[in-house]
């Protein structure tokens, strides 16, 4: 099922307990799901689009776009299948509180189901061991050592799951090994979808994973 809406910014409506959040950004029917942290640490606090506003989100932008992921890199960068969010999208007041993350998790579940990505790239440790925990079945089998796991694919529960060290702490060779990645992975068949159609009156394409 496709998504209907021309909206990049909070194509969803979703509207958070909070006066100032940064919504979910990009392209609605996205094959890319990039999940970071919260404003306060990944950005766009100014801007109110993910990934913006900081040098380690202009340090990311830059590999998602020589990954083919970005057309145009800024505070309003140009999407391509690719869809931009937070576990925790209103701007806090310092470290949000583990209650504050709960409460703001459903916003971010009812986004991440909506989208229906078939890659999910969490950003830093937070976002990567929430996505690991919650839509893989892995979670007492990873360790989530970033380093380890940075451009690495693990195999979700429905979605295929690619961690990415958080951009302020890359290292020389992070950012061509993380494009590297999303390159190969683009050359194989990550959407994993079978065709059902031969099932069906008529033979229409019918595309489930």
């Given at each position: 099922?496709?998504?209907?809406?021309?909206?990049?910014?909070?194509?969803?409506g979703m509207a958070p307990p909070c006066d100032r959040f940064v919504?979910?950004?990009?392209?609605?029917?996205?094959?890319?799901h990039v999940v970071g942290d919260h404003p306060g640490v990944h950005?766009?606090?100014?801007?109110?689009?993910?990934?913006?506003?900081?040098?380690?989100?202009?340090r990311l932008q830059d590999a998602l776009h020589e990954a083919g992921?970005?057309?145009?890199?800024?505070?309003?960068?140009?999407?391509?299948?690719?869809?931009?969010?937070?576990?925790?999208?209103?701007?806090?007041?310092?470290?949000?509180?583990?209650?504050?993350?709960?409460?703001?998790?459903?916003?971010?579940?009812?986004?991440?189901?909506?989208?229906?990505?078939?890659?999910?790239?969490?950003?830093?440790?937070?976002?990567?061991?929430?996505?690991?925990?919650?839509?893989?079945?892995?979670?007492?089998?990873?360790?989530?050592?970033?380093?380890?796991?940075?451009?690495?694919?693990?195999?979700?529960?429905?979605?295929?799951?690619?961690?990415?060290?958080?951009?302020?702490?890359?290292?020389?060779?992070?950012?061509?090994?993380?494009?590297?990645?999303?390159?190969?992975?683009?050359?194989?068949?990550?959407?994993?979808?079978?065709?059902?159609?031969?099932?069906?009156?008529?033979?229409?394409?019918?595309?489930?994973?």
């Amino acid at each position: 099922m496709r998504n209907v809406t021309d909206r990049v910014s909070n194509p969803f409506g979703m509207a958070p307990p909070c006066d100032r959040f940064v919504p979910g950004y990009g392209d609605a029917n996205a094959d890319f799901h990039v999940v970071g942290d919260h404003p306060g640490v990944h950005g766009g606090v100014d801007t109110g689009v993910p990934f913006t506003g900081t040098p380690a989100a202009e340090r990311l932008q830059d590999a998602l776009h020589e990954a083919g992921l970005l057309h145009s890199v800024g505070d309003e960068p140009e999407v391509e299948r690719t869809f931009l969010s937070y576990l925790h999208m209103c701007v806090p007041d310092g470290e949000p509180t583990e209650d504050s993350y709960r409460e703001m998790e459903r916003y971010f579940d009812a986004e991440v189901r909506a989208i229906a990505a078939h890659v999910l790239l969490p950003v830093g440790e937070r976002a990567t061991r929430h996505v690991v925990e919650t839509f893989t079945a892995r979670a007492h089998r990873t360790e989530i050592e970033m380093d380890r796991l940075h451009g690495q694919e693990l195999l979700g529960s429905g979605w295929l799951v690619v961690p990415i060290k958080d951009p302020a702490d890359w290292d020389d060779g992070d950012a061509d090994l993380l494009v590297e990645s999303l390159l190969k992975l683009q050359s194989t068949d990550f959407r994993r979808e079978s065709d059902l159609g031969r099932f069906l009156p008529g033979g229409e394409s019918y595309h489930v994973r």
